[in-house]
């Protein structure tokens, strides 16, 4: 198992375009009208459905696909899974459509790739008539609700995580971690080089951080960047002048408080448990909040390409409902990488399997419960605001400071 993650929605709109300018001439092969029409109750007979992941969803909803495999064979006979990164999903999938030969079936992907699908009309509208088959979505956490209005007609939530901004530091390095936002600039002021975030449009994290400042600082409107950011723009330029570079990823902020270079790095509940987990990061890292913070939230999506044909989206309507139950839920808890992970309610950590218990009885937090129920949550930005936030971020705050790892 190995740290990955999406979340580059900037980089997913602009790329997406980039994609399909160099796609090569189409070859017709069946037509994207086998997608129209009544979806039925089940397939004709079972389909091979095949999955791409551009989120690292799979990390949490794999056993749940295979043990649907496993249960109805009549109805899915075998899947084949691939993975790639979101910025070339929007260009991937409109060459197939251009050629009638749609070969993915079901993409897993966060807000980026969904955005920038519904961008250019790839995706299939499931729910207005169908929704009533996935009478799991009743059940959502409200946080997951909110997610799930992001995620409109086409896209279907299927994990979700409360996320951050939380800041994550080593106790033998910084006995008394800052509190408020102040006390962040006061240490960075007096610690030069040791506070880090990576770069907003490559990093969860460091985009989190970013979309969380508006709600701690007080500013005039956290949905607008670029015209209700006044005291987070400022913000993030007076700490900007403390900060030696940024790293182009999280996991090289990971390795930087792992090996000292540096001291308090901006996290999530996620990149806080699982690179401890895995051994990235020393267990006796600590995490605190920073003063009146809002959880800004996050959550991956199950959507299908225009295209598709309607028996597969038959067999994805059930295996979706089969991913919404309590009990497939449960396996997002995983290794703390989404953290919790369900997307439903009452889903206990008791009902996970015996791996991911350990792995969060052992490197998870008591005090996240009661951070999760105290505080606020938020929704992230969407597409074009937070393609607006990077774009600005990089030109006027750390976009000349940026490392490549």
């Keep these: 198992m190995h740290l990955h993650r999406k979340l580059t929605a900037a980089t997913g709109l602009v790329a997406a375009l980039a994609a399909l300018i160099a796609c090569g001439a189409p070859a017709p092969n069946k037509p994207a009208a086998e997608s129209g029409g009544e979806v039925p109750e089940k397939p004709a007979k079972a389909v091979t459905l095949n999955i791409l992941d551009v989120a690292g969803n799979l990390q949490l909803t794999q056993g749940m696909i295979d043990d649907f495999v496993q249960q109805h064979s009549d109805v899915i006979s075998k899947v084949t899974y691939s993975k790639g990164p979101a910025p070339e999903l929007a260009g991937k999938i ?40 996935l009478p799991g979505m009743k059940d959502y956490l409200p946080p997951a609700a909110k997610m799930q209005e992001l995620g409109g007609k086409e896209g279907v939530t299927v994990t979700y995580y409360p996320s951050g901004p939380l800041l994550e530091y080593m106790p033998s390095k910084v006995p008394s971690p800052p509190k408020t936002a102040d006390d962040l600039l006061a240490y960075a002021k007096a610690n030069k080089g040791k506070v880090m975030y990576a770069r907003p449009a490559n990093s969860g994290p460091g985009r989190t951080f970013l979309m969380g400042l508006p709600y701690i600082l007080g500013d005039k409107d956290p949905k607008d960047p670029v015209n209700g950011w006044d005291k987070t ?29 540096a001291n308090v790095i901006a996290s999530t509940t996620g990149w806080d448990i699982n690179p401890r987990v895995l051994g990235t990061v020393p267990k006796e890292a600590a995490i605190t909040p920073i003063q009146g913070f809002h959880w800004v939230t996050d959550a991956h999506y199950a959507v299908v390409p225009k295209g598709v044909s309607t028996d597969k989206q038959a067999a994805i309507l059930q295996l979706l409902q089969f991913m919404l139950t309590p009990e497939q839920q449960a396996k997002a808890y995983d290794k703390g ?48 605001a937070l393609v607006a936030a990077f774009d600005k971020w990089d030109r006027e705050v750390g976009g000349s400071k940026v490392k490549k790892s």
């Design 94 to 133: 409109k060459a197939q459509q251009n050629a009638n030969r749609v070969d993915i079936d079901l993409v897993l992907t966060g807000t980026d790739g969904l955005a920038a699908g519904r961008e250019q009309g790839l995706w299939t509208d499931l729910l207005t008539k169908y929704s009533d088959r």
């Design 233 to 261: 723009w400022a913000y993030l330029k007076e700490l900007n002048q403390y900060v030696d570079f940024y790293p182009s990823g999280t996991a090289d902020t990971m390795k930087a408080l792992a090996n000292g270079s």
């Design 337 to 384: 990488y989404f953290y919790p992970g369900p997307a439903i309610k009452g889903v206990e950590l008791s009902q996970a399997p015996q791996e991911s218990k350990d792995a969060i009885t052992e490197f998870g937090r008591p005090e996240y419960d009661k951070l999760i129920a105290d505080n606020p949550t938020e929704v992230p930005l969407d597409a074009k």
